[in-house]
């Protein structure tokens, strides 16, 4: 997807989404949405201009993302969130070390927002290679 101006971005395409939820949440019809820009004093709004908006073709400046937010009666800060949060029960791991010894094999797994389970993993292999070298 890209715009006149060059490619789309990630966020671009975000707030194209959820700028969408948004108006269909609030039962206004894309018609219905440029008529009360237009009441706003926003001209050139027509349905075209929010098909557009939403299918991520045209910018928006930030005088007209606040009436719009204000008309849909959402935030602003809704619709430009950087990154779309993870679902609550979703978890990430990602690999921080490889272990490779007769004790203990395998891979330590550093859980995201929780260092604790990657040290309590780290003094587990630590105290076991300990114990085997005393033997």
């Known amino acids: 997807m890209s715009t006149a101006n060059g490619p789309v971005s990630e966020p671009e ?10 108006r269909e949440d609030s039962g206004l019809t894309q018609l219905e949405l440029a008529e009360q820009m237009r009441e706003l004093g926003y001209g050139a709004f027509r349905q075209n201009t929010v098909y557009r908006i939403e299918g991520g073709t045209r ?10 937010t204000r008309l849909l009666g959402g935030r602003l800060s809704d619709l430009i969130a950087l990154a779309e949060p993870p679902a609550p029960h979703e978890v990430r791991i990602r690999p921080v070390l490889e272990v490779s010894c007769q004790t203990c094999s395998g891979i330590v797994l550093d859980v995201t927002n929780s260092r604790a389970v990657a040290r309590e993993s780290r003094e587990a292999h630590v105290a076991a290679m300990t114990e085997k070298s005393g033997e």
């Open 59 to 68: 910018s928006v400046k930030l005088g007209e993302a606040l009436a719009l």
């Open 13 to 22: 395409r975000a707030f194209a989404r959820r700028f969408r939820k948004l």
